[in-house]
């Protein structure tokens, strides 16, 4: 057979493979959307909507974003959140690139013991299911620092889209109702959660109309009063109040002194493309541009998707990359975070020697780490009709966080100090280890996996992406990078298209249905690799730009029940 048939061949394979995936697997494909003049892709329809009414109103991408996230805290209280944090990557058309850092932080009175048992053993229901886990919200302070800065709107017309909802109530989506039965029981422990959560005792359902009172309360005090508004004030003493009521540690002082902070963004390229990611608190943007550098050494023509060649590779810049980010990343405000070196051409040329035709085994450290998985992140793209692009992920950690609702103000509490490595050598809920750059101490932000990430390619923006998924999120959006700007795929199947995961320790392949065919599999197994569990990886949104006849392609990820919304 030519080879021009084979790839032929191949690439009528993915299409097949698509329907597959979407006949035998939970997922489904959600429409791939084309539009011209502004486009916004969410976990929530409804918030997507919100976002794309603002680009109506000739707000900018910025603005958009700011009213998606207000949304998402009332839509999607799964990981939409007032009580959590996030990181916002912008990319203006003037040329201008910047991140906002609104990560949590630990309380002034953490201690880097703290999670640990009088045997030093760590308790992961004290970092995961208790009020200790609690970090200082950063939400409220980045969207509005944001806002100020880069959106052209105020703050009472974004914010008012979320009040509506949260007062007069909107069906519950799929997803959240889903999801909402899955996290019941947990979240039963708590009477205020329960206020907000339960009808009658029971999960609210698809379809049924869901209001917020408490929660419109508080939105009402941050449109009143900003920043304020949430960090001073009723809001703050209701935070303080119900971590007392649970022997917590967070002080009025702690909120005070809560601020976003403006980062340079991370940037590196593959081939002709540029790449601008998170830079620390989170690891995502160091990890994705240092694979990417790793994989640009490789020779792949577009039928090594899917070959064990390509995934051998890919696996190997994983574990080399993971193995990175457990010794040296941490929030920089308190550590050195060598990311200059981890993100050079010459480091990546270092590892790319190393890498032979076999597995390199990780060493163990724990045998059996357990992953959760009950998790939630989110994370949504606009881009806007002057060309301005924002990729924001969020999250409050595990699914509906801590489960605590701050009684009266009715926004559920994170549960992001899991998040910090709490003892060397010990894995966190998503597995991962970490080191004393990601040791707790009072004030300072834990380190994230999360990668919200524009690719640019002549200077212009190509691909807004970003997915939750714990320790999987770098490795998914690295996958659809690669899909796009290496293989070339359209967006649908650079994003429907399996995955596959590794971490460095432990020391397995994890993968999707049909991510590894039978001949790819032994091929892998021959070179030594270990093949683990099959499992959902990534809930990626995003947004693709061809800048040659200005269309905008939008895609949520067909694993769950986002949107892309565009006009
Ligand atoms: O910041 C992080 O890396 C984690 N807190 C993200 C958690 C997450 O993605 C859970 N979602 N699926």
């Not at 939970?26 to 892709?41: C, E, F, P, W, Y």
């Amino acid at each position: 057979m030519s080879k021009q048939i084979l790839n032929s061949f191949r690439f009528n394979s993915i299409k097949i493979l698509l329907i597959l995936i979407c006949v035998f697997t939970q997922s489904h494909a959600t429409d791939l959307i084309r539009t011209k003049n502004g486009m916004v892709v969410s976990a929530s329809e409804i918030a997507s909507r919100v976002g794309v009414q603002i680009l109506k109103k000739g707000g900018n991408a910025v603005d958009a974003a700011v009213a998606t996230e207000l949304a998402l805290a009332v839509t999607f209280p799964a990981a939409g959140n007032l009580g959590g944090g996030g990181f916002m990557v912008i990319r203006l058309n003037d040329g201008t690139t910047t991140t906002i850092d609104y990560r949590e932080k630990a309380p002034f009175a953490a201690h880097k013991d703290m999670f640990l048992d009088e045997n030093g053993n760590f308790v992961p229901e004290l970092s995961q299911s208790s009020i200790l886990g609690v970090g200082i919200p950063g939400t409220v302070a980045g969207v509005i620092y944001a806002l100020e800065k880069y959106g052209t709107m105020k703050l009472a017309d974004v914010i008012q889209p979320a009040i509506n909802l949260a007062e007069d109530g909107f069906p519950l989506e799929r997803w959240t109702a889903q999801t909402l039965s899955s996290a019941f029981r947990s979240l039963e422990k708590y009477e205020s959660s329960m206020k907000v959560f339960s009808k009658n005792g029971e999960p609210y359902k698809e379809g049924e109309i869901f209001r917020q009172p408490d929660l419109t309360k508080t939105l009402k005090a941050i449109r009143d009063k900003g920043h304020d508004g949430f960090y001073k004030g009723w809001v703050a003493d209701a935070i303080v109040a119900q971590s007392d009521k649970m022997n917590g540690i967070i002080t009025h002082k702690d909120l005070e002194k809560y601020q976003a902070v403006e980062r340079e963004p991370l940037k590196g390229t593959y081939k002709d493309y540029q790449i601008i990611s998170m830079g620390p608190s989170s690891s995502g943007g160091t990890a994705l541009i240092k694979m990417l550098n790793i994989l640009e050494n490789f020779d792949f023509e577009r039928s090594d998707f899917s070959s064990s060649k390509y995934y051998h590779a890919l696996i190997q810049s994983m574990k080399y990359a993971y193995a990175d980010r457990a010794e040296h990343l941490g929030d920089e405000d308190f550590y050195p975070v060598p990311k200059k070196w981890l993100i050079s051409k010459e480091y990546a040329k270092e590892i790319f020697q190393k890498i032979t035709d076999s597995a390199t085994p990780s060493d163990e450290i724990s045998a059996g780490i357990p992953f959760n998985e009950s998790d939630e992140t989110t994370h949504y793209s606009v881009y806007d009709r002057f060309g301005n692009a924002v990729s924001t992920t969020l999250t409050i950690n595990s699914l509906y966080g801590s489960k605590i609702v701050v009684d009266g103000a009715g926004f559920l509490l994170n549960n992001e100090m899991d998040d910090f490595s709490a003892k060397p050598g010990v894995p966190n809920q998503f597995g991962l280890l970490g080191s004393k750059a990601n040791s707790i101490e009072p004030g300072k932000r834990m380190l994230s996996a999360m990668t919200p990430t524009i690719v640019l390619k002549d200077d212009k923006p190509v691909l807004i992406v970003g997915s939750p998924g714990g320790s999987t999120i770098i490795t998914s959006v690295l996958q659809v990078v690669m899909n796009v700007i290496e293989f070339n795929m359209n967006l649908r199947e650079a994003v429907d298209l399996p995955r596959i995961h590794h971490q460095w320790k432990p020391d397995l392949l994890e993968h999707e249905p049909f991510a590894l065919n039978s001949d790819t599999e032994i091929k892998l197994k021959e070179k030594g690799h270990i093949i683990g569990r099959q499992r959902s990886l990534g809930r990626i949104e995003a947004i693709l730009i061809d800048q040659q006849n200005g269309y905008i392609y939008g895609k949520s990820d067909g694993r769950a029940w986002g949107k892309a919304v565009g006009y």
